[in-house]
């Protein structure tokens, strides 16, 4: 009970009157914020809960006007195949497909259909990296010879922060003699480890950045001895069981998986490109998806539900070393740990600034660009079964992005 002092300047029911209506206000005030955000009653009460938000239900939905409008114009002209979904927060703005998923069987495309992911599978694995970070059976700053044995000399410096950050130096798989057979054929995430060990480093670990697919393989091999687990149950039982991905998945033995087919523009038409062979990238670039799961993954991770707040920020800081030079004329981008970030919009007109954390996907006849904008929680996802259609999808991207937010709707690309 509380106590007022009798020369407090004012009788005390009167500053209980003020104290209740004061409480008062501020229920209303709060119930009014409440009615204005995004999610809706039941995902706003999970997530006080801590718990995912339901999903939303499985249908079309096409509430942003200029998108709509783009993407059917795209679509009928032949000039994109493939879905899209904007959402902000848990509340799906947009929800599209377009074309076939096999033109050769003629099964049209379907709102849960299952790409490959390519790159854009590189959060997983980071992500799997930091969630067993948090569980206390390795640090980020361990030394990849604790994990890999045996280990060449020259690997001595690397740690698994810089295979994460694309700085160790390992070099790429693309950077190797006879990539285009080993491009196609099947091998192992063993047989991978080793051939990396064959290869001298290309600079001193953390001294520069550049995009190395093959050191994501050597992270997934660290997941396999930190956690007892092959990589892909490793996946299945931290992220993608407990999150309801019933529609994810790692297709490192070349099977079926439902995965749609992707395709190629080669000079005699659109060609199918069915030997994907993502073993060669199986910690890289092997998952597959569909646009909800995706985002049921975004608002997770983003959210908070997956990691602990030091892991979340350790995956999109910037770890490029600070005299890293502009690529290609751009502006710098945060490289974080299987995530970027940088203010896409610069690269549209007309433009706008906000700060998008993403990653991008081409692989085998896909071409895929996720995106998050965190002031708002925009997530903006585009995949698509056409290997050729990189910058409609990149533009496609940042329409959905620009439109969610408010900004005025881009047209072109400027880049």
Partial sequence: MFH?????????????????????????????????????????????????????????????????????????????????????????????VYGMANREQGRAMQLNSRFRLASVSKQFTAAAILKLQDQGKLRIDDPVCKWIQPCPAAWAPIRIHHLLSHTSGIPDLMARPAWGLGRVTPITLEKLTEDSKLYGLQFTPGSKVRYNNAAFNLAAAVVEKASGQPFADYLETAFFTPLGMKDTGVDLDGGDHGIIMGYANFPG?????????????????????????????????????????????????????????????????????????????????????????????????????????????????????????????????????AEALGRPFPTGLHR
């Fill in 4 to 96: 007022v002092p009798r020369y407090a300047g004012g009788h005390p029911r009167l500053v209980l009157v003020l104290i209740f209506g004061g409480l008062l206000m501020l229920a209303g005030a709060v119930g009014w914020w409440s009615a204005k955000t995004p999610m809706h009653d039941a995902a706003l009460a999970a997530s006080r809960r801590g718990e995912l938000a339901p999903r939303p239900p499985l249908v079309v939905v096409e509430d942003l006007p200029q998108l709509t409008e783009r993407l059917n114009r795209e679509a009928a002209a032949g000039r994109f195949m493939g879905g899209v979904l904007v959402a902000k927060g848990d509340q799906v703005l947009f929800r599209q």
């Fill in 269 to 401: 038409g659109l060609t199918p490109q069915p030997n994907a062979n993502v073993s060669v990238v199986a910690g890289a670039g092997a998952v597959y998806s569909t646009l909800d799961d995706l985002l049921v993954w975004n608002r997770a991770l983003h959210g908070g539900r997956l990691l602990t707040p030091y892991s979340y920020a350790q995956m999109i800081a910037d770890h490029a070393p600070a005299d890293t030079p502009s690529e290609r004329g751009r502006p710098h981008r945060d490289y974080g740990y299987g995530v970027f970030s940088s203010r896409l919009g610069q690269q549209v007109t007309p433009a706008f600034e906000d700060r998008q954390i993403y990653h991008t996907g081409s692989w085998g006849g896909f071409r895929n660009l996720i995106s998050y904008q965190p002031d708002q929680a925009v997530t903006v996802i585009v995949l698509s079964n056409n290997y050729h259609l990189r910058d409609q999808v990149f533009l496609l991207t940042q329409q959905g992005m």
